[in-house]
């Protein structure tokens, strides 16, 4: 009986791995700093005046969450009792809201559709320089336990 309970375990992982990256419907390629986004996620306007993900914003305050909105555990992960955490880079604008968000790392990616939703849906406080609002990335994780 545990034999059967390990080889569903192994066969849903090994299955999730293979065929999960086509269920989700847009995912990006993480960027760990080196190369420019390959793939940008969920934007939400084309206006050139934000920084590039890779460019150097000076801060005298860094860019923080006020509410962060639920994330929705993904069914698929929920019944394949898959649990991980995806980092994400999240460009906060003057307002406060955010314009778009990137998967940074994630432990899997069936995950990222429900991160990137969740931090577009959050409240922040934007980033200050000299006392002035700007727009600026961070780094927010999220984490899906059972």
């Known amino acids: ?19 999960a990256k086509d269920m989700v419907l847009s995912q990006a390629l993480p960027n760990f700093g080196g190369e420019k986004a390959s793939k940008k996620i969920a934007e939400k306007s084309d206006d050139s005046a ?6 150097f914003v000076p801060v005298d305050q860094q860019p ?6 639920p994330a929705n555990y993904p069914e698929l992960a929920k019944s394949a009792r898959i649990e991980g955490t995806v980092y994400l880079k999240v460009l906060v604008d ?15 990616e069936v995950f990222n559709e429900a ?3 969740s931090a577009l849906k959050s409240s922040y ?11 600026s990335w961070m ?3 999220y984490s899906f336990k059972l």
């Open 1 to 19: 009986m545990k034999n059967k309970k390990f080889f569903l375990y192994i066969f849903t992982v090994v299955f999730l791995s293979f065929f």
């Open 139 to 141: 780094v927010v994780p």
């Open 115 to 117: 991160a990137i939703q």
């Open 64 to 69: 923080s969450i006020i509410k962060r909105a």
């Open 50 to 55: 934000y920084p590039d993900i890779n460019d």
């Open 94 to 108: 003057k307002d406060g809201k955010a314009r778009k968000a990137v998967v940074f790392k994630s432990d899997a």
């Open 125 to 135: 406080v934007s980033a200050s320089n000299d006392g002035h609002p700007v727009a």
